[in-house]
């Protein structure tokens, strides 16, 4: 299976918009749960959102619940993560991760637990 590519980032300023696109074949189907992750500045690996494609259940961190969306296109194998009123504290490369054990703990960054991991795509918020 080919690893997951992710791309649309960019940079853009403080209450900017970008749609950022993981395309997964073979690991968009509903046993997996899709997570996109982004590693801070400062090193850390955070989980952003997550959508589990047997019930097209979300997740989202606290930081980005009302500001950002998660969907899946099963029919394009694609995930998607929509981001809107960005924040400089979002400034960070995204991952798109699939994971073998379902959602329940969708944020723990577990690469025991990933079947995939994409190479990632840089957001960067100026104010």
């Known amino acids: 299976q080919v690893e997951p590519v992710e791309s649309g980032g960019g940079s853009v300023q403080t209450g900017g918009s970008l749609r950022l696109s993981c395309a997964a074949s073979?690991?968009?189907?509903?046993?997996?749960?899709m997570v996109w992750f982004r590693r801070t500045p400062g090193g850390q690996y955070e989980g952003v959102a997550a959508?589990?494609?047997?019930?097209?259940?979300?997740y989202y961190a606290d930081s980005v619940k009302g500001r950002f969306t998660i969907s899946q296109d099963n029919a394009k194998n694609t995930v998607y993560l929509q981001m809107d009123s960005l924040k400089p504290e979002d400034t960070g490369m995204y991952h798109c991760?699939?994971?073998?054990?379902?959602?329940?703990?969708?944020?723990?960054?577990?690469?025991?637990?990933?079947?995939?991991w994409g190479q990632g795509t840089q957001v960067t918020v100026t104010s």
């Open positions: 959508i589990w494609g047997g019930a097209g259940t979300t």
């Open positions: 991760a699939a994971r073998r054990r379902g959602c329940s703990s969708w944020w723990t960054y577990d690469v025991f637990d990933f079947a995939a």
């Open positions: 073979g690991y968009t189907h509903n046993s997996n749960c």
